[in-house]
């Protein structure tokens, strides 16, 4: 059973930095799809990016150049850079795991979730 572990979250101001890891443990060589996702409290689970095996990346508008993902293959670790961080992207956020054959920012579509990491940004 895959195992994925965040970290990095915290408290920043507006318009700092903060990184996100994701560990993952268990993955099979058929893995192609992982992504981000956040919740702010009293909202559904939104899609922030995603990245294949191969490299291709998706984000959702609101953070189109401001957030990066990418992934250590050799590590099995997942990361978003965020930057310019928005009082609007304070929530949890977690890693999660796709469908083997296909890449998507819905939620349903994915079966595997780490618990997340807790992200507040202050004006």
């Known amino acids: 059973q895959v195992q994925l572990v965040e970290s990095g979250g915290g408290s920043v101001q507006a318009g700092g930095p903060l990184r996100l890891s994701c560990a993952a443990s268990?993955?099979?060589?058929?893995?192609?799809?992982m992504a981000w996702f956040r919740q702010a409290p009293g909202k559904g689970r939104e899609g922030v990016a995603y990245i294949t095996r191969l490299g291709t990346t998706m984000y959702t508008a609101s953070v189109k150049g401001r957030f990066t993902i990418s992934q250590d293959s050799a590590k099995d670790t997942l990361y978003l850079q965020m930057s310019s961080l928005k009082p609007e992207d304070t929530g949890m956020y977690y890693c999660?795991?796709?469908?083997?054959?296909?890449?998507?920012?819905?939620?349903?579509?994915?079966?595997?979730w780490g618990q997340g990491t807790q992200v507040t940004v202050s004006s």
């Open positions: 999660a795991l796709g469908p083997d054959a296909y890449c998507t920012l819905r939620p349903l579509d994915f079966g595997a």
């Open positions: 268990r993955l099979s060589s058929s893995t192609y799809c």
